[in-house]
């Protein structure tokens, strides 16, 4: 069995756990303790953190959440005291900044101008500030971008992507977030993981029927916390 589709069973297990204790739950059979800690909120953070993990074992944002879940479950439990929400918050805060560190550790991402003076590569923080940025490159590759109490506009429409490399853009909001638009022919892959916020997709169906390039692929991953992003074209 390939990884992938190990990956895949161990997803269809969950989906019929989960079933099950729903149906359980339904017929009166299952202890309404137990479906109250598998369902409540921390019950969802920690059933997310789980699949995050199965799929990208390496994700740090899959063990950020399931981390909190099991706090908060460890405390409905009685097994360690309750955290007051003046202590929780800067647990938030230093959580996400040892996230950050992490992230900008493991992230190299190259700066300058290509010879043409475009910009192959967007590495760019926003920290109580923003803008409106137009990225022009014949060879894009992707990059980093940080929004915290803040956030930018990225047109990428007179952009192409590298046919060289895996073209990915890592992504940080708190309590901010950042508006990517792109060409039409992208073939746009979001892998972000979202606590308290979301990145959605809002690009619209294109009239003309404008046929994606499978060569053009591009992959926006990253983690947002009490804030987000949009996808646009």
């Given at each position: ?5 190990s ?13 099950s204790?729903?149906l359980a739950n ?10 109250h ?9 920690i059933?997310i ?30 097994i360690?005291?309750?955290i ?12 996400a900044g ?12 190259p700066t ?25 490159s ?11 109490f ?5 047109n990428?429409?007179?952009s ?7 073209n990915?853009?890592?992504v ?5 977030g950042?508006?990517?638009?792109v ?7 979001i ?10 997709d ?7 029927n ?14 947002v ?9």
């Amino acid at each position: 069995m390939s990884r992938e589709q190990s990956k895949n069973l161990s997803l269809g297990i969950i989906l019929i756990l989960f079933g099950s204790l729903f149906l359980a739950n339904n017929l009166g059979l299952l202890p309404r303790e137990i479906f109250h800690y598998a369902f409540s909120w921390y019950g969802w953070l920690i059933m997310i953190g789980t699949i995050v993990l199965i799929k990208h074992p390496s994700k740090l944002s899959g063990y950020v959440l399931l981390s909190i879940g099991t706090l908060f479950l460890l405390q409905d439990l009685d097994i360690i005291p309750n955290i007051n929400v003046r202590v929780m918050w800067p647990i938030l805060l230093i959580g996400a900044g040892i996230y950050y560190i992490v992230r900008q550790q493991q992230t190299s991402i190259p700066t300058g101008e290509a010879p043409d003076g475009s910009m192959d590569f967007i590495n760019d923080t926003n920290i109580f500030s923003g803008g409106d940025y137009f990225i022009e490159s014949d060879n894009f590759k992707g990059g980093s971008v940080t929004s915290i109490f803040g956030g930018g506009n990225y047109n990428l429409t007179k952009s192409k992507l590298s046919a060289e490399s895996k073209n990915v853009l890592d992504v940080f909001s708190m309590f901010g977030g950042s508006t990517f638009q792109v060409p039409p022919d992208w073939n746009v892959r979001i892998e972000v993981t979202a606590l308290f916020g979301a990145f959605t997709d809002k690009r619209k169906v294109i009239v003309d029927n404008t046929v994606k390039d499978p060569r053009k692929e591009f992959f926006i991953k990253g983690f947002v916390m009490f804030g987000g992003g949009e996808l646009k074209s």
